[in-house]
Structure formats: C-alpha cells, structure tokens
C-alpha cells in the first residue's frame, strides 16, 4: 500500500519568515497530493491540494510543488504569521474505484515564533 | 451547521468496558471514514463505507466494530476496551466513490481507557 514520509516532524520559523514541509510517497499511482492543517484540540482541515496533471498551485502565502518523478511534494508557506502555528499533514491518494483512501504523513507541528 | 458531527467528544472508560461513538453527515456524501489519531499525532485509516458497504478494513482488532445504518450515519463500537485503544478517533465524509478530493472532518471523539 502506499506510504508516506513527511519532514520535518517540528519546525520553528520566526514569524515573517518563510515554511517549507516535504512529502514523499511511495505509489507512482497516486494522483491527488492534498495538505491539511490541524490546530489544536480542533479537526484536521484542508488548506490546498494539487493533483498530479500539476506541478504547482498557488494560494495566497501558500503554495504546493509536486515532482511525480521524484515522487515527492512540498508545502511552502510564505510570510509567516503566528496562526500558522498548527500541525500540519501532508497526505496521498489515487483513484481506485470505490477504495480510495486518504494515506497521511505523519505530522509536522510548525511554530511561529513572534 | 454542522457538517460531519460526532458523539461524545469526550469518553472516559475504564478497561474491558464497551462503548460507542455516533458519526453523522449532512453533507450528502457517499463515503463515510473511521480514522485513529494517537498521542503522537498519527492519522490512521480503520474503516470507510461506501453506501453502507464496508469498503476499507485496515487490519484493525476484530473488537472494533463500524456499522453504517445508512450512507448519512456511521458509527463505531469498540468491546473489551484496553489502555492502547486511547486516542482521538475521527469520522469523516468524501462524496463518493470515484472522487478524490476533500476529506471532510468531523470534531473528534477523544477516548480516554483508564
């Protein structure tokens, strides 16, 4: 099945400062990248995803590269400010006729330092 | 307005007792998800249903039990609780089979074994 590594597992940035988490997945079929963000005590939500026909998506100060070679992706966010400061996963996912499933790395806890 | 809601969001229980968390969706959505979010932040899959039909079964201990009266409900009863069962366990909703896109979470069920 697949399997997803994410780095780093902590990351301190002072605030202004840019973050960037990577990701890679080991399912050259997966071809739905989404990352989400998971504040404390509340639920995980998403932030931005990217699909695999795509290299880059861009959303404000955040923005998600893909390299399907590579089989690697990355969350970068620009302009820190301390709301940022979450847990945030990476995850994987491919079309597989009713058995998709949402495989998720394991979590950086990012935090942004005033 | 809540889409994906859960109960209770708090479970405390003594070991080798049986309990129950109640998953609801509004949102119309085919697809229903167990997941198991540990102490240390892992996002685990356990179970999905699609339209009531069990889809997904991740290797978890026959003790837990999912069962979806309806494509809107899922719940999820655990027997003979132990100590490693503690953790936060998250419903959550896509629209179907065939879709890969946005997961959406419920709150979170956090269970506590004592």
């Known amino acids: 099945g697949e399997n997803v590594e994410q780095h780093p597992s902590t990351l301190s940035v002072q605030e202004g400062d840019s973050a960037v988490i990577k990701c890679t997945y080991s399912?050259?079929?997966?071809?739905?990248f989404p990352w989400y963000k998971q504040e404390l005590g509340k639920r995980p939500q998403l932030i931005i995803d990217?699909?695999?026909?795509?290299g880059e998506k861009k959303d404000q100060r955040i923005a998600v590269t893909l390299n399907k070679t590579a089989k690697h992706f990355s969350l970068h966010i620009t302009e820190t400010q301390p709301e940022d400061s979450a847990v945030y996963f990476c995850?994987?996912?491919?079309?597989?006729?009713?058995?998709?499933?949402?495989?998720f790395g394991t979590g950086t806890r990012l935090t942004i330092i005033p | 307005d809540t889409a994906v809601s859960q109960t209770p969001k708090y479970l405390v229980t003594q070991m080798g007792n049986d309990k129950s968390i109640k998953c609801e969706q509004n949102?119309?959505?085919?697809?229903m998800y167990w997941y198991k979010q540990d102490s240390k932040k892992f996002l685990k899959i356990m179970f999905s249903?699609?339209?009531?039909?069990?889809?997904i079964n991740e290797t978890v201990p026959n003790r837990f039990s999912p069962k979806s009266p309806d494509k809107a409900h899922l719940n999820l009863h655990i027997n003979s609780l132990e100590l490693g069962d503690s953790a936060v366990y998250f419903c959550?909703?896509?629209?179907?089979?065939?879709?890969?896109?946005?997961?959406?979470f419920g709150e979170g069920s956090r269970l506590t074994v004592l």
């Open positions: 959550a909703s896509r629209p179907g089979s065939g879709f890969t896109g946005e997961l959406f």
């Open positions: 399912d050259s079929a997966s071809n739905y």
């Open positions: 990217i699909r695999s026909n795509v």
């Open positions: 995850a994987a996912s491919k079309s597989n006729f009713g058995n998709e499933k949402l495989t």
């Open positions: 949102l119309g959505h085919d697809t």
């Open positions: 249903y699609n339209n009531k039909e069990l889809i």
